[in-house]
């Protein structure tokens, strides 16, 4: 359970937070502040609202697990972002800010047709309203383990919070509460970098954390091995997170209302082209932070399994001796292995090689016992519950949080992951009510009007939220939530990229040809998710290229029906 002062400064950091963003944005009255923020923000506080769009509570929670279980090579996946900046910055960026757009999908409508547009809208729909359930379920997560409250409920009451937000201020409020949000993150998470450094043994350095850490592996950042089926190394990293960080920054309008919003092209550039210097290192030390976790926990006790409930529900089950088993194996490993590295770090300073060989030889031997122990109880969880999530990852760094911070820095801490689930619930929600009443309600003629559009942006939140409130109670069986969210844009990325890529390229093609591309290449992305053991970073460059390709070799038959070189903005 959370103590008296951390509930405090958690709740008095999110309400400060909230009251802050509101206020900034009280003056939103009209349709273009609603969803672009009256195209009036500077680009320091977009460069933060894009990077605080992308950092949810998904990365500031589940990131450090990754660290801790797989270390640095997770930071492959944004290897492409910097180039994707560059080349979004030379092609879309300048169209979307010379049509005035409201949302990314207006622009094919004037390029190719309406269906082509509604295509494009309706992926970007089913795509990111999964993925804001993947965002709300993390924090409410967070909240569940701390308070012992049903996840259902706490998702819904975080859903209440962000639509509070959205509904009252639009883009305003959601660009106005990163900047603040997303600078006390990141001191907030470089504050618990120091203190995970100081809990480490005594007389032991981040030097010394890093040997232990290379030791399992855990600093391995780039792996130059060409294999399509491994999910992170250098050529995934540069190639298909080249075509998802494009798509994803260019075409998912969650990010293109925070560029759209800037006060001209120049500052929506500034605002890409920061994010592209910053994030690759960001991601680094956030990984980092996870496998100085690892580090601490090699050294100390750590739970067998790092999902409380799980783990209470398989220690009162009636596999419950199996269980202490399984624990009893775990701790006596674990003790050893703490030993041992103890006198290897020792022998290690005194350069004692013999001894130094020895120790490790024993660290390893009880690494082994310890994965086995781990093993046994997984197992018992699994006979326990078939049903079960046996997938701990989005745990480890809560867990670590709540036992070893002290008091105060707690509360912090879970303030933050709330502010990172808050800036990309928040951006998430308006770019789905923007592109519901932009790209469905507006051009249907279901209303017209500023106000009765403006009510219909509030109606089409609540829907998304009641939406994702919904799929967020699936969210726990999808494994590393850092890892899903990612996967699950990549299902649709690739082909949204190529709709656009040929809008701007393939001049001779046509709507009916980029329309049946379109489809091409997204079976294509499910085939591949389906039936071959390819990495989902490669879909995008797939789905991506397969769709140009074929709009290509269609474009004889169907070609535009006007001259798609004079792009203008849809009709209001």
Request: charged share 15%; proline share 4%.
């Amino acid at each position: 359970m959370i103590r008296t002062l951390d509930a405090v400064v958690l709740v008095t950091a999110l309400a400060a937070l909230g009251i802050w963003g509101f206020l900034k944005a009280r003056a939103t009255r009209d349709l273009a502040g609603f969803l672009v923020a009256g195209r009036a923000v500077p680009w320091p506080v977009v460069a933060f609202s894009v990077m605080a769009t992308q950092a949810s509570a998904v990365t500031f929670m589940a990131t450090p697990g990754q660290g801790y279980v797989g270390g640095l090579s997770f930071v492959q996946f944004y290897f492409g972002l910097p180039v994707a900046m560059v080349v979004l910055c030379a092609t879309l960026v300048p169209v979307f800010q010379r049509l005035r757009v409201h949302t990314a999908y207006e622009f094919l409508e004037t390029r190719f047709d309406a269906k082509t547009r509604t295509l494009a809208a309706g992926l970007f729909l089913v795509q990111r309203g999964l993925s804001a359930g993947i965002t709300l379920y993390a924090p409410a997560l967070v909240l569940s383990v701390i308070l012992g409250w049903d996840i259902g409920f706490t998702c819904a009451l975080l859903g209440a919070l962000v639509v509070l937000t959205i509904v009252l201020g639009g883009s305003k409020a959601v660009a106005q509460a990163h900047a603040l949000q997303f600078s006390i993150i990141m001191a907030t998470l470089a504050l618990t970098f120091v203190l995970v450094l100081r809990g480490l043994p005594q007389g032991m350095g981040l030097r010394d954390a890093l040997v232990v850490a290379g030791a399992s592996g855990r600093l391995a950042a780039v792996d130059p091995t060409f294999d399509p089926a491994s999910r992170y190394n250098l050529w995934a990293g540069l190639l298909g997170g080249f075509f998802l960080q494009l798509s994803y920054f260019g075409t998912d309008q969650s990010q293109v209302g925070r560029f759209l919003a800037a006060r001209s092209t120049r500052e929506s550039k500034l605002g890409l082209l920061f994010n592209g210097l910053v994030k690759v290192p960001m991601q680094f030390f956030i990984l980092l932070l996870g496998v100085l976790v690892f580090v601490a926990y090699r050294f100390e006790p750590a739970p067998v399994f790092f999902n409380p409930a799980v783990a209470a529900q398989a220690a009162s089950g009636p596999h419950a001796a199996d269980w202490r088993a399984a624990e009893h194996a775990w701790d006596a490993s674990r003790a050893d292995l703490a030993r041992a590295l103890r006198e290897e770090t020792a022998a290690r300073r005194v350069g004692d090689a013999a001894a130094e060989r020895e120790a490790h030889a024993v660290a390893l031997a009880a690494d082994v016992a310890s994965e086995a122990a781990r093993k046994r109880a997984v197992a018992t969880i699994q006979a326990t519950d078939p049903n079960a999530n046996t997938n701990d990852t989005n745990y480890i760094f809560l867990r670590y949080v709540l036992s070893h911070l002290p008091v105060g820095v707690v509360g912090l801490v879970l303030a933050a992951i709330f502010a990172a689930a808050m800036n990309t619930s928040m951006s998430e929600l308006n770019a789905l009510a923007s592109t519901t009443v932009v790209d469905v309600v507006e051009r249907l003629k279901w209303a017209s009007g500023e106000r009765a559009l403006l009510t219909w942006s509030r109606l089409a939140t609540l829907f998304w939220v009641v939406f994702a409130v919904a799929f967020a109670q699936f969210a726990a069986r999808l494994g590393s939530l850092v890892e899903a969210v990612n996967i699950l844009g990549s299902l649709f990325y690739g082909t949204i990229l190529g709709i656009f890529l040929t809008a701007l390229f393939v001049k001779r093609a046509g709507g009916n040809a980029v329309f049946i591309a379109a489809l091409v290449g997204e079976a294509a992305v499910i085939a591949c998710w389906k039936l071959t053991p390819l990495s989902f970073l490669w879909w995008n460059l797939i789905g991506c290229v397969l769709t140009v390709a074929v709009a290509a070799a269609l474009a004889p038959a169907f070609p535009p029906t006007s001259s798609p070189s004079t792009p203008r903005a849809a009709s209001r």
